[in-house]
């Protein structure tokens, strides 16, 4: 597990996820409550989490930005918590979880600890928002239909989960669940809703007073890679 400290309020947890690539969770410190952002592949990752907080009293509010496997198999260390997520999120979690289960063991996942099935039980569907903590929570549909961002006010960051990464091209834009559904579609069509999707979250984006990002994949990230970014799509 590395853990990196990148202000005062925000650390970044980062462990594997499988043979080539990690995996990024978060911690916002709040003036009245502690922020977990994902839940990571199991129990002790969440563990070096709570670790990492030791004896702090603030009540800890968990959220998890979409359902898919990496973000939530922590989440049963945190059952008589707060578990924010989008309303579909609890949905496809409750619908698939032996099936993905089974699935991601196949392709060669890393559990960190014990692994059981815990839902989320805040489910939203509009922007929420913690006054006191300056930690706004909102659905932002790209990589599934269900992801929710994180925008940390104080320190301008914000938590973008899988709707972007950094892979082999470097910092891309991962709408692909959502943009690749039609198998079907000829692919000049399947390229044109990815383009239009990415523009509409860059649209979407701008109206947050951000400096930098964190992506769950990748690390954290200035606005200028951002801009870089959309120079290479508009090229």
């Known amino acids: 597990m590395q853990i990196l400290k990148i202000t005062n309020r925000n650390t970044i947890f980062t462990a594997k996820e499988n043979a080539t690539s990690t995996v990024n969770t978060g911690i916002i410190r709040g003036k009245t409550h502690n922020f977990i952002i994902d839940t990571g592949t199991g129990g002790d990752f969440t563990k070096a989490m709570l670790n990492y907080l030791g004896d702090d009293p603030l009540p800890i509010v968990v959220i998890n930005t979409h359902h898919h496997w990496d973000h939530v198999y922590g989440n049963w260390m945190f059952e008589g918590n707060q578990i924010i997520a989008h309303k579909l999120c609890a949905e496809f979690l409750d619908n698939d979880w032996t099936e993905k289960m089974e699935e991601v063991k196949a392709h060669g996942a890393v559990f960190h600890g014990e692994v059981h099935k815990c839902l989320p039980n805040r489910l939203i569907d509009a922007p929420l928002y913690f006054p006191d903590d300056g930690v706004l929570i909102f659905p932002n549909p790209g990589?599934?239909?269900?992801?929710?961002?994180?925008?940390?006010e104080i320190d301008k960051i914000l938590y973008l989960g899988d709707?972007?990464?950094?892979?082999?091209d470097g910092l891309s834009y991962w709408g692909?669940?959502?943009?690749?559904?039609?198998?079907?579609?000829?692919e000049e069509e399947v390229d044109a809703r990815y383009e239009a999707s990415f523009y509409e979250m860059m649209k979407f984006l701008s109206q947050y007073d951000y400096e930098s990002a964190v992506v769950s994949h990748g690390g954290h990230i200035s606005r200028a890679d951002f801009a870089e970014l959309e120079e290479d799509f508009a090229d």
């Open 163 to 168: 709707n972007f990464g950094i892979d082999e």
């Open 143 to 152: 990589h599934s239909v269900d992801c929710i961002s994180v925008f940390d």
């Open 176 to 186: 692909y669940e959502d943009t690749e559904e039609d198998e079907t579609a000829p």
